[in-house]
T-cell receptor, first 116, second 112 residues
Framework: DTEVTQTPKHLVMGMTNKKSLKCEQH?????MYWYKQKAKKPPELMFV???????INESVPSRFSPECPNSSLLNLHLHALQPEDSALYLC???????????????FGSGTRLTVV | SQQGEEDPQALSIQEGENATMNCSYK?????LQWYRQNSGRGLVHLIL?????REKHSGRLRVTLDTSKKSSSLLITASRAADTASYFC????????????FGKGTHLIIQP
């Protein structure tokens, strides 16, 4: 299995809702990532998990809460979002750099989030 | 902050022509990667070039790296309509942490 699976593909939520984005990979990768991408912009790194531990939080507002239950799963919990949070949310995985890996990252197809 | 900067930001060529995109970066790197993104979809890894490599080929793709100029180029030969996409270069985070920083990207349109 060489894929990263993200669910749901599309999500519309109100500003008072709580929702979760899910990401799963079975490639044995021990680093997983959340990226946010606005239209016509490059992906922006939000969170990095290495060996199931949060290693980087790029000053993301607390209304975004990541969780890594195990080495295959990554969640992003959403609460009290704002319309400007509408974007494509991408999950990715890779082998950690400390392993000496020189392979690329594998990205999921993303969740298109609209906050109304 | 964005590490890589691509140019041009947009490129439109005829099918069959070659397309060249450039990327510049600011700090030292272990490797530089190129990704393709079709409209509204996930990114697909195309090729990785290590800092001690100067050129790498993969099918119709040719990547060069000049660490002295902190720049890389991606050449797509004999372009096809299916190559229409956005192309991003990416480098690792400062300090060697896991994670990639992406350039602004080049939007490539192949005219049939």
């Amino acid at each position: 299995d060489t894929e990263v699976t993200q669910t749901p593909k599309h999500l519309v939520m109100g500003m008072t809702n709580k929702k979760s984005l899910k990401c799963e990979q079975h490639m044995g990768h021990r680093a997983m990532y959340w990226y946010k991408q606005k239209a016509k912009k490059p992906p922006e790194l939000m969170f990095v998990y290495s060996y199931e531990k949060l290693s980087i939080n790029e000053s993301v507002p607390s209304r975004f809460s990541p969780e890594c239950p195990n080495s295959s799963l990554l969640n992003l919990h959403l609460h009290a979002l704002q319309p400007e949070d509408s974007a494509l949310y991408l999950c990715a995985s890779s082998q950690p750099r400390q392993t000496g890996s020189n392979y690329g990252y594998t990205f999921g197809s993303g969740t298109r989030l609209t906050v109304v | 902050s964005q590490q890589g900067e691509e140019d041009p930001q947009a490129l439109s060529i005829q099918e069959g022509e070659n397309a060249t995109m450039n990327c510049s970066y600011k700090t030292s790197i272990n490797n530089l990667q190129w990704y393709r993104q079709n409209s509204g979809r996930g990114l697909v890894h195309l090729i990785l070039i290590r800092s001690n490599e100067r050129e790498k080929h993969s099918g119709r793709l040719r990547v060069t790296l000049d660490t002295s100029k902190k720049s890389s180029s991606l050449l797509i030969t004999a372009s096809r309509a299916a190559d229409t996409a956005s192309y991003f270069c990416a480098t690792g985070l400062r300090g060697g942490a896991d994670g990639l920083t992406f350039g602004k990207g080049t939007h490539l349109i192949i005219q049939p």
